[in-house]
């Protein structure tokens, strides 16, 4: 998916969240393939479990059949056609999920030769925070992030001050 190209900033901040907010101690099922950042997860000691590739919008039996007491979502929502049912269906009381929000200045991602590598949903931070309280979730902290690129133009440099993720810890009503 990234062809050698690694999101660094992106995972060093998401590990530094995840480690303020869940022990190491946690069992944790990592919605979404196994992946550069669940092995990340793996070598900080995070003792992780993916789901297997299933469209979660139709099979959300992974979620309902887990004993892990977290969930993470690392940028899995904007792929979903029903976020909101899979956050109802989880079975675990911590969740710590995070999508990238949407830019005034971009049209929403689509992969023009995967057909699961679009996003359905491009959230503003009110906008997932409002779906995680719907669906019955408590958010308890909070974090954004720019995502700059090494490009030349007039939406790279938009992008080094418009925050382009947004990542959440959030326990259970």
């Known amino acids: 998916m990234y062809e050698g190209n ?3 900033k992106r995972y060093r901040l998401t590990l530094e969240f995840l480690k303020n907010h869940i022990s190491p ?3 944790i099922l990592d919605l979404g393939v196994d ?10 000691g995070y003792d992780i479990r993916n789901t297997t590739g299933e469209d979660l919008d139709m099979d959300t039996s992974a979620l309902e059949n887990s004993e892990c ?3 993470t979502a690392f940028e899995i929502f904007e792929h979903l056609l029903s976020p909101f049912t899979v956050l109802q269906k989880i079975n675990s009381n911590k969740l710590v999920a995070s999508v990238p929000l949407k830019l005034w200045f971009a049209s929403a991602y689509r992969s023009k030769t995967d057909m699961r590598d679009r ?8 906008q997932f925070d409002w779906l995680l309280e719907k669906a ?3 958010i308890k ?6 995502n700059p690129t090494k490009k030349i133009g007039i ?3 938009f992008r080094l001050f418009t925050p382009r993720y947004y990542i959440v810890y959030a326990e259970r009503v």
């Open 6 to 8: 690694l999101p660094f």
């Open 141 to 146: 902290s909070r974090q954004k992030w720019t």
């Open 25 to 27: 101690s946690e069992k």
């Open 69 to 71: 007491e977290v969930v």
């Open 119 to 126: 996003h359905f949903h491009e959230f503003e931070d009110w």
């Open 136 to 138: 019955g979730w408590t």
């Open 35 to 44: 992946n550069p950042f669940s092995k990340i997860m793996r070598d900080h």
């Open 155 to 157: 939406r790279p440099i």
